[in-house]
């Protein structure tokens, strides 16, 4: 089973790229830019990555992103990422990044977009790996500073698929953000929101109703209603589901308690995607290996995973057939 997952072609719709960012990177970065770090070696940085919930992530992980500053930085880092994805047989990946985290603390928008672009083509030129970016807004800040980055994003457009929103959801409901994602809309971003990590599956139905979202990033507590369960199964609004990362950050408490056979079981397209694989233990195979390991996941199951993720990019009707071709015939092997 390890060597088939290893294998298998897959596609990635939930990685925030700041959240690839290794231990060895930071301190590389860090050196490079002459910063220092809380941290003297990389097993005080393993000691510090023992999180009891998001907040005590999202701490740590806006801290280590203060490293990047340079325009090379973020294209080493998205360099890095888009090499272990085709390591690992990722196809395509759908990429958030938080311009919010860079240009709080005076790094400008275009430093983060021309470094993460300028990798993004290299990937496909070089790697064959396909790669399009979203842009979250964080949910702790105000709405008017999501406008903010919003217009900053403005003369990039076309380097930008869509929008997200990510970081603390507790008591920060998507309806704050309506007119935002509306404008963005405007724009022709295609919507996507983090709900239903930590919050109730009342932010999920917020997000479908109030933000017009194509698919929704974590939604496990969907479970909890059953009308909303059956929502996402009649119109097949994707769910893209961090099984590590909800280990990690305690959602679930262990692999056997996960939803996400649960979820796949009652036809509810669930997907299986990586978070922040340097803060939580790993990339795709490594999630593929423990979901399927502690919930005994079968090779049908496994198949019907792959291809929802297919199916629920934003990849246009040609690639998505190419890519469910290619899964059918590493399936029939
Ligand atoms: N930003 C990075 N990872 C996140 C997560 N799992 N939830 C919310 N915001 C995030
Ligand atoms: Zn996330």
């Known amino acids: 089973m390890k060597k088939f997952i290893e294998n298998c072609p897959k596609v990635e719709l939930h990685l925030h790229i700041e959240g690839t960012l290794e231990p060895e990177m930071m301190f590389a970065l860090a050196q490079r830019n002459h910063l220092a770090l809380p941290y003297k070696t990389i097993r005080e940085v393993e000691d510090a990555y023992h999180f009891t919930n998001l907040q005590s992530f999202l701490d740590i992980y806006y801290q280590g992103a203060n490293v990047l500053q340079t325009e090379q930085d973020f294209y080493d880092l998205m360099w890095a990422y888009l090499n272990k994805a085709s390591e690992q047989n990722v196809r395509h990946a759908e990429i958030f990044f938080d311009p919010q985290t860079h240009t709080g603390r005076g790094i400008s928008f275009e430093t983060v977009i021309n470094g993460l672009s300028h990798a993004k083509q290299d990937a496909q030129h070089k790697l064959g790996v396909s790669s399009a970016l979203i842009m979250c807004f964080l949910r702790h800040l105000s709405p008017e500073a999501a406008q903010k980055a919003l217009d900053e994003a403005r003369p990039f457009r076309e380097l930008i698929f869509g929008v997200g929103l990510d970081s ?29 990590e930590e919050g109730p599956a009342e932010y999920v139905w917020e997000a479908i109703d109030l933000l017009d979202v194509k698919r929704i990033d974590h939604g ?69 290996l423990a979901t399927q390991a502690g919930l005994n996941l079968s090779k049908e199951d496994l198949y019907k995973i792959s291809l929802n993720a297919i199916q629920a990019s934003f990849l246009g009707e040609q690639e998505k057939a190419q890519l469910k071709s290619a899964l059918e015939e590493y399936f029939n092997e």
């Open 220 to 288: 496990v507590r969907s479970i909890d209603d059953p009308n909303l369960v059956d929502f996402l199964v009649k119109n097949q609004i994707p769910l893209t589901v961090c099984p590590l990362s909800n280990i990690k950050l305690h959602v679930f408490e262990d692999m056997a308690e996960h939803n996400i056979k649960q979820l796949l079981d009652l036809g509810v397209c669930v997907t299986i995607n990586s978070d922040d694989p340097a803060y939580f233990g790993g990339y795709m195979n490594e999630n593929f």
């Open 168 to 196: 603390s959801e507790m008591d920060r409901p998507p309806v704050l953000f309506k007119d935002v994602f509306h404008r963005a809309m405007d724009e022709g971003y295609i919507p996507v929101a983090h709900a239903g």
